[in-house]
């Protein structure tokens, strides 16, 4: 027998409870950004989605306005439950971190001129980006199966990061551009896997 496709082995949410419980959980765990919790919980843990399906959910999710993080919960929530589950999602992701950051303002607003208070936050900001660095390397695998090739995958990436990290060109003009650039090449690749597959030249 022909061994079962990725897709057919993930599991779905079994309710609008259980989108707004999982999401509140995952917010909880989000210190510093949420993007190394997300993948870790719902791919690897609940097997809501495969890699490739996260991947491409997030890119949809990072180029719209708003926060990724909500973006992706509406996303997620919409595609089970529809609109209900949609809201269910976002106020996962909203309800129990207000509550946490309005508690956190209170206290942190006596200490913020203090050294240590300040030290704190330049060391939960390195440890953020290493955390979403080590999620990146972790789903460069999921891009060998992408139609555009892994080559240009890494240049599109490449490309992105010199625009914004080290030019400090706007991101909606690095976005457009590089976003223009790969979405042209992929339909490009997918219109020569069509032609292949139907075999005309």
Aim: proline share 5%; hydrophobic share 55%; with cysteine.
């Amino acid at each position: 027998m022909p061994p079962m496709p990725e897709t057919a082995l993930l599991n779905r949410p079994h309710s609008k409870t259980d989108i707004f419980v999982s999401f509140t959980l995952l917010a909880l765990q989000g210190f510093g950004g949420v993007l190394a919790v997300v993948q870790r919980e719902m791919v690897e843990k609940k097997r809501w989605m495969t890699n490739e399906q996260f991947i491409e959910d997030w890119a949809v999710a990072q180029i719209m306005p708003g926060p990724n993080v909500i973006n992706l919960s509406l996303m997620i929530g919409g595609r089970h439950f529809g609109l209900a589950g949609a809201l269910a999602g976002m106020a996962g992701m909203l309800t129990a971190p207000m509550v946490v950051v309005l508690l956190v303002a209170v206290a942190f607003g006596g200490v913020s001129d203090q050294t240590w208070a300040q030290g704190a936050l330049r060391g939960m900001g390195a440890v953020s980006a290493g955390l979403i660095a080590a999620v990146g390397l972790k789903l460069i695998s999921a891009l060998r199966s992408n139609p555009m090739g892994m080559p240009m995958c890494i240049a599109s990436a490449t490309a992105s990061f010199v625009g914004v990290g080290v030019l400090r060109w706007p991101l909606a003009y690095v976005l457009l551009a590089t976003g223009l650039v790969a979405c042209s090449w992929a339909y490009l690749q997918l219109a020569r896997q069509a032609s292949r597959t139907s075999g005309t030249p």
